[in-house]
């Protein structure tokens, strides 16, 4: 059977500004973020339209709403709802040791670039792989690729609960190539069945900081 060999992505200047901007909006709305937003219009300037106008739909909404509100709605989001984590690895593993392999993976394919994280940085949240990403755009535009189905899954899930932040992941989506016939069923797969639930053997191939809480499936 002939092999399929996709060419190599096509990584433009501004896949850095768009993934920079966009970890910035998917941090936790703190004292920072209305620096973080004015910031995110700026750099919107320099976007394709498809990426711009998902962007400034999110920051449109965040100047309209207070900051305690965006705080809580971002804690609703993304710390109660299994559904919309933004743990990447989260979605192809759920709860098992190959998840702990593939954080492993992450850090190691961090620290090949010489990047490291702060203590309370976990490597697969989304806003870490983008900020990777727009400093390594090449190996992040593989991790990104690597994740297609559950970034597909979790943008999905951001806009049936309503959340402003699917805008994001609407952009994040339009810097990536469209989805292929294999992702698309593991998108399928992924909402038909959820993740994997085995919950033994974690221990051993990661840190407990980097383990799922059992009550709001997020960090300890």
Known sequence: MRRTIKPAAR????????WQTQSLLLAYPDDQFPARLALARRAAAHLPARVREAQLRFTEHAQHVSADELAVAY???????K????????????????????LLRLKQAYAAAGWRLTDDELPDHLAVVLEFAGTEPAAGHRLLTEHR???????LALRDTGSPWAAVLDAVSATLP????????AVARLAAAGPPE??????PYAPPQYMPDPLTGGPR
């Open 11 to 18: 990584i433009a200047p501004w896949h850095s500004v768009a």
């Open 75 to 81: 804690v609703e989001t993304f710390d109660h709802r």
């Open 83 to 102: 559904r919309c984590s933004p743990y990447l690895t989260y979605y192809a593993h759920g709860d098992t040791r190959k998840r702990g392999i593939a």
């Open 149 to 155: 189905a559950g970034l597909e899954l979790l943008r």
């Open 178 to 185: 469209a989805l292929g016939g294999d992702e698309r069923e």
């Open 198 to 203: 085995e919950q033994v053997g974690l221990d």
